[in-house]
């Protein structure tokens, strides 16, 4: 019996039986979603996110994912996701959580003044201080799940040339982790109307890593010369943060053509 979800599936009626004391007025299927099917449900009560795997290793994250997150919950200054985690009548994995308001910064930063996009670069370097200062003691196990481990299954299930050596380096660097978020791109930026970083969304990839894995996450996409320069100044070791920045486009690569020839449905960015 599959242990994931597929368009096909009765995801309205699901949402419905879960949504049961709300009035559904709207859901949108979000189209960008590469690791689960997402789903944006607007109730009488507020809007809702939807995340249902799309194949068995993303119904094994997505627990990760929803124990991490809510371990995290009011450890930062920022606003992060507080999941509930559900299970259908076939005891398939699916999670919700109340939308965070905010405008991802990939659609902002280049419409932002010099001093907003420095101070944006503050915000974020501020997060991932914040997340690397967490406890891990007090974590619970599924948090702790490590990066390399992750992004080495996620290689070996979904890749069509594996990036043997990349892996190596990332289990050496991990030899005094800290929580990370583990895709910490652009898209998971949240800025409010005044573009201040106001939240931290998409935690799939969570767990612990070395912390420069997240700082390097953030730069692997096109971005601003001014975003990057203030990142980089807030870090020490830059030529590591450089080095793991060309791996994660790898990784990229890897998994974006993947998703071309297992989805085509799916809208993947040109990189």
């Not at 995801?11 to 099917?37: M, R």
Request: charged letters at 25%; one cysteine or more; hydrophobic letters at 35%.
């Amino acid at each position: 019996m599959n242990r994931f979800f597929t368009p096909q599936d009765p995801l309205e009626a699901i949402i419905q039986q879960t949504l049961k004391d709300h009035k559904v007025t709207n859901t949108k299927h979000i189209i960008s979603g590469w690791t689960n099917i997402v789903i944006e449900v607007t109730t009488n009560k507020g809007t809702f996110f939807f995340r249902f795997p799309r194949n068995p290793f993303w119904s094994k994250m997505i627990v990760k994912d929803a124990k991490f997150c809510n371990y995290i919950e009011g450890k930062t200054s920022f606003y992060t996701p507080q999941m509930t985690l559900h299970y259908d009548e076939r005891q398939r994995p699916f999670s919700v959580h109340t939308k965070i308001e905010g405008y991802a910064l990939t659609d902002r930063i280049y419409h932002l003044s010099h001093t907003t996009i420095t101070a944006t670069a503050y915000s974020i370097a501020k997060f991932l201080k914040e997340l690397q200062a967490i406890d891990l003691n007090t974590a619970p196990t599924e948090a702790k799940y490590p990066l390399s481990k992750f992004l080495k299954e996620l290689d070996d299930r979904h890749y069509s040339t594996h990036l043997t050596e990349d892996h190596k380096y990332i289990k050496k660097s991990e030899s005094q982790p800290t929580l990370v978020h583990g895709d910490f791109n652009l898209g998971n930026v949240l800025l409010n109307d005044k573009d201040e970083v106001v939240g931290i969304i998409d935690f799939c990839f969570a767990g612990i890593g070395h912390p420069h894995m997240d700082t390097s996450r953030i730069l692997s996409r096109p971005t601003h010369p001014v975003f990057e320069e203030t990142i980089l100044s807030q870090f020490d070791d830059n030529q590591q943060i450089l080095k793991m920045r060309d791996i994660w486009r790898r990784i990229d690569a890897g998994y974006i053509a993947h998703m071309r020839r297992a989805h085509p449905e799916i809208i993947i960015p040109k990189t």
